[in-house]
Nanobody, 123 residues
Protein backbone atom coordinates (compact mmCIF):
# COMPACT_ATOMS: atom_id res chain seq x y z
CA UNK A 1 0.00 0.00 0.00
CA UNK A 2 1.00 3.61 -0.47
CA UNK A 3 3.00 5.00 2.44
CA UNK A 4 4.42 8.48 2.92
CA UNK A 5 6.63 9.10 5.95
CA UNK A 6 7.80 12.62 6.73
CA UNK A 7 10.84 13.47 8.80
CA UNK A 8 13.02 16.45 9.60
CA UNK A 9 10.62 18.61 11.55
CA UNK A 10 11.59 20.26 14.80
CA UNK A 11 12.08 23.54 16.59
CA UNK A 12 14.20 26.35 15.22
CA UNK A 13 14.66 30.06 15.80
CA UNK A 14 13.42 32.60 13.32
CA UNK A 15 15.88 33.01 10.48
CA UNK A 16 17.01 29.42 10.73
CA UNK A 17 16.65 26.51 8.33
CA UNK A 18 15.17 23.03 8.28
CA UNK A 19 14.97 20.34 5.64
CA UNK A 20 11.96 18.08 5.52
CA UNK A 21 12.03 14.71 3.82
CA UNK A 22 9.28 12.34 2.75
CA UNK A 23 9.99 8.69 2.05
CA UNK A 24 7.47 7.23 -0.39
CA UNK A 25 6.66 3.59 -1.03
CA UNK A 26 3.95 1.37 -2.49
CA UNK A 27 3.72 3.02 -5.90
CA UNK A 28 5.98 4.20 -8.72
CA UNK A 29 7.15 7.44 -7.13
CA UNK A 30 8.69 8.99 -10.24
CA UNK A 31 5.43 8.90 -12.21
CA UNK A 32 3.34 11.03 -9.87
CA UNK A 33 3.19 14.68 -8.95
CA UNK A 34 4.03 15.48 -5.32
CA UNK A 35 3.27 18.34 -2.99
CA UNK A 36 3.80 19.77 0.48
CA UNK A 37 0.94 21.17 2.51
CA UNK A 38 0.91 22.71 5.96
CA UNK A 39 -1.68 23.39 8.60
CA UNK A 40 -1.23 25.91 11.37
CA UNK A 41 -3.36 25.84 14.53
CA UNK A 42 -6.82 27.21 13.84
CA UNK A 43 -6.17 27.55 10.12
CA UNK A 44 -7.08 25.58 7.03
CA UNK A 45 -4.59 23.30 5.36
CA UNK A 46 -2.52 25.25 2.83
CA UNK A 47 -0.75 24.09 -0.33
CA UNK A 48 2.76 25.50 -0.14
CA UNK A 49 4.64 23.76 -2.94
CA UNK A 50 4.31 21.14 -5.65
CA UNK A 51 6.62 19.42 -8.10
CA UNK A 52 5.92 17.67 -11.37
CA UNK A 53 6.55 14.00 -11.99
CA UNK A 54 9.61 12.51 -13.67
CA UNK A 55 12.30 15.21 -13.82
CA UNK A 56 10.49 17.53 -11.45
CA UNK A 57 11.16 20.42 -13.78
CA UNK A 58 7.95 22.23 -12.93
CA UNK A 59 7.61 23.55 -9.40
CA UNK A 60 5.08 25.84 -7.78
CA UNK A 61 5.22 27.81 -4.54
CA UNK A 62 2.75 29.72 -2.45
CA UNK A 63 3.51 33.41 -2.26
CA UNK A 64 4.15 33.07 1.47
CA UNK A 65 7.15 30.77 0.94
CA UNK A 66 8.45 31.70 -2.51
CA UNK A 67 12.14 32.54 -2.44
CA UNK A 68 12.62 30.86 0.93
CA UNK A 69 11.54 27.24 0.37
CA UNK A 70 12.79 24.81 -2.29
CA UNK A 71 11.04 21.58 -3.23
CA UNK A 72 12.94 18.72 -4.84
CA UNK A 73 12.63 15.03 -5.55
CA UNK A 74 15.04 12.13 -5.80
CA UNK A 75 13.38 9.44 -7.88
CA UNK A 76 16.22 6.98 -7.29
CA UNK A 77 15.61 7.21 -3.53
CA UNK A 78 11.82 7.70 -3.72
CA UNK A 79 12.22 10.81 -1.62
CA UNK A 80 10.58 14.21 -1.66
CA UNK A 81 12.31 17.10 0.12
CA UNK A 82 11.53 20.62 1.23
CA UNK A 83 14.43 22.91 2.09
CA UNK A 84 13.16 25.74 4.27
CA UNK A 85 15.35 28.79 4.79
CA UNK A 86 14.80 32.13 6.50
CA UNK A 87 12.08 30.61 8.62
CA UNK A 88 9.51 32.90 10.21
CA UNK A 89 7.28 32.38 13.22
CA UNK A 90 4.31 32.22 10.86
CA UNK A 91 5.81 29.10 9.26
CA UNK A 92 4.94 27.18 12.43
CA UNK A 93 2.63 24.36 11.36
CA UNK A 94 2.32 20.65 10.76
CA UNK A 95 3.78 19.88 7.34
CA UNK A 96 2.33 17.11 5.17
CA UNK A 97 3.74 15.27 2.19
CA UNK A 98 1.15 14.44 -0.46
CA UNK A 99 1.17 12.12 -3.46
CA UNK A 100 -1.19 13.33 -6.17
CA UNK A 101 -3.03 11.29 -8.82
CA UNK A 102 -1.45 13.37 -11.59
CA UNK A 103 1.31 12.77 -14.11
CA UNK A 104 1.76 10.53 -17.11
CA UNK A 105 1.34 6.88 -16.16
CA UNK A 106 0.70 7.72 -12.51
CA UNK A 107 -1.31 4.82 -11.14
CA UNK A 108 -2.74 6.63 -8.11
CA UNK A 109 -6.52 7.11 -8.07
CA UNK A 110 -6.65 9.60 -5.20
CA UNK A 111 -4.45 11.80 -3.00
CA UNK A 112 -2.36 10.13 -0.34
CA UNK A 113 -1.06 11.90 2.77
CA UNK A 114 1.70 11.35 5.27
CA UNK A 115 1.16 11.63 9.00
CA UNK A 116 2.72 15.08 9.16
CA UNK A 117 5.75 16.54 10.89
CA UNK A 118 5.70 19.49 13.27
CA UNK A 119 7.74 22.60 12.52
CA UNK A 120 7.95 25.21 15.26
CA UNK A 121 9.67 28.54 14.66
CA UNK A 122 10.31 30.75 17.68
CA UNK A 123 11.22 34.40 17.79
Amino acid sequence: QVQLVESGGGSVQAGGSLKLSCAASGYVFSRCRMAWYRQAPGKERELISSISNLSGSITTYAASVKGRFTISRDNAENTLSLQMNSLKTEDTAVYYCTALPAGSQCELKRDYWGQGTQVTVSS
